[in-house]
């Protein structure tokens, strides 16, 4: 493994781009139907405010600062009744996210117009209206406290070079959950034999249900003294009991656990939303729950790029690594000498479940050019380099080199303004 095998790898940064706000007059008004988490929310009332029966039918989902469980329902009801009724829909939340899984089912239903604001102030109905006339479909759109409207532009960026061995041990253990399943098994393989580290694996699946090679490879970390901790994440008190089998201190976690499943948005039910992100959100923080903040030094949380851009049937999926980037970016605030990044990749090939599933060579044939493995790790090594400390966490899109679907072609048509 060598440098260069990380710049066989292309990675983002998010990096917020002014959206020119022409005069908010001359835009045709709605006819809201509004479902909100909290009916006296102010912009639930702006657009109660703004609503005029002569206006264009649209449905707004209006959530609040953080994703509640009961939020599903109202996003899986928004998109149901916006694809029967051929609405636009809108998306309007303070943080609470849910803009991964409207567009994938606009992805999947042709004529399904969705747009997402995130917003950190009030906002009056006749601006939103501007807003979502004037918004690309491709964009969420941020509008800050003092009024800027940004979109995401995506910059390109190096990743820190990755350590020689001794600077990459962490002085303690590693522990790498979802460390049975196809990408942790190797991440703790690179860890332990490139870096030096000493990875302690927990997944729900028992040693005993591995196949031949997955066995193989356990075996050789066995041997190298691996322990190995099984337990359900979305269980507290299981975490809990098993890191009481950690000796020392847990230094950096790599969280790869996470259910990998598809279907359609119209076929999805809020238990199945749940489900997708047990392992993946309540694991992390469970996980962080029973760790010593104070010890933490890195901390790489395995996203998806699936939460960026959506996939056609990859809508719950991608919701359950959207919040999973702002769960881990969260507990970043009380990690005070952790590198925290959520690594957003795309898909991977050589392991990992898209690679057993063989979906590898449809996503290539869609124009997304796959993480091939070697290059991945390398890059999982150097995101184990990111500076430290909470105001430099961070989430990092990964991809190969020439992808087509990212970053989004910015040429989308305009959501059209009648
Ligand atoms: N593979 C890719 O192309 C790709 C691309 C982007 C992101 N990712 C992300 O990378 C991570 C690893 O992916 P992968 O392809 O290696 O998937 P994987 O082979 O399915 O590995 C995930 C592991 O997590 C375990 N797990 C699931 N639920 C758990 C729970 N409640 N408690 C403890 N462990 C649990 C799984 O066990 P079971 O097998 O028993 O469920 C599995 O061993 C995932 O978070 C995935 O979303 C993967």
């Not at 009961?70 to 051929?86: M, V």
């Not at 020392?248 to 969280?255: D, F, L, S």
Request: hydrophobic residues 45%.
């Amino acid at each position: 493994m060598d440098r260069d095998s990380a710049t066989a790898v292309r990675a983002f940064r998010p990096l917020p781009a002014p959206v020119s706000a022409p005069g908010a007059d001359g835009f045709p008004p709605f006819r809201w139907s509004v479902l909100a988490a909290f009916p006296a929310d102010s912009l639930a009332a702006a657009l109660r405010h703004a609503h005029r029966p002569d206006g264009e039918p649209a449905i707004a989902v209006v959530l609040g600062a953080t994703h509640r469980p009961d939020d599903d329902a109202l996003l899986l009801e928004g998109a149901a009744r916006a694809t029967a009724t051929g609405r636009r829909l809108v998306l309007l939340h303070r943080g609470a996210g849910g803009g991964s899984l409207l567009r994938a089912a606009a992805l999947e239903s042709p004529g399904l117009r969705v747009t997402v604001l995130q917003t950190a102030g009030p906002v009056d109905g006749t601006r939103i209206a501007h807003l979502v006339r004037t918004a690309r479909p491709v964009d969420e759109l941020h509008v800050a406290a003092d009024g800027l409207v940004t979109r995401d532009d995506w910059r390109p960026v190096t990743l820190p070079v990755r350590p020689g061995p001794a600077a990459a041990r962490p002085g303690g253990t590693v522990l790498v959950t979802g460390g049975l399943g196809g990408l942790g098994l190797r991440a703790a393989g690179v860890l332990s034999r490139v870096a030096g580290c000493r990875p302690v694996l927990l997944d729900v699946t028992a040693p005993a249900e591995l196949n031949r090679r997955p066995a193989v490879l356990l075996e050789r970390l066995r041997a190298a003294g691996t322990l190995v901790l099984t337990a359900d994440l979305t269980d507290p008190r299981a975490v809990a009991a098993a890191l009481e089998r950690v000796p020392g201190p847990v230094r950096a976690v790599v969280h790869c656990a996470g259910l990998v499943a598809g279907g359609p948005v119209a076929r999805t039910c809020p238990e199945d939303l749940a489900r997708l992100r047990a392992a993946k959100v309540d694991g992390l923080r469970h996980v962080l729950d029973v760790l010593d903040p104070a010890e933490l030094r890195q901390l790489v949380a395995f996203g998806s790029i699936t939460a960026r851009v959506p996939h056609r049937q990859m809508g719950g999926y991608g919701l359950a690594n959207e919040l999973l980037r702002h769960e881990t970016l969260r507990r970043a605030a009380a990690l005070p000498h952790c590198a925290t990044v959520v690594a957003e990749w795309s898909v991977w090939s050589g392991a990992g479940q898209a690679h057993e599933m063989r979906a590898v060579d449809q996503a290539r044939r869609m124009g997304m050019a796959p993480v091939a493995l070697v290059p991945g790790m390398t890059a999982l090594l150097c995101l184990l380099r990111w500076p430290p400390g909470p105001a430099h966490a961070a989430s990092v899109i990964l991809t190969g080199p020439g992808d087509r679907t990212f970053p989004p072609p910015a040429d989308c048509a305009r959501n059209s303004p009648t």
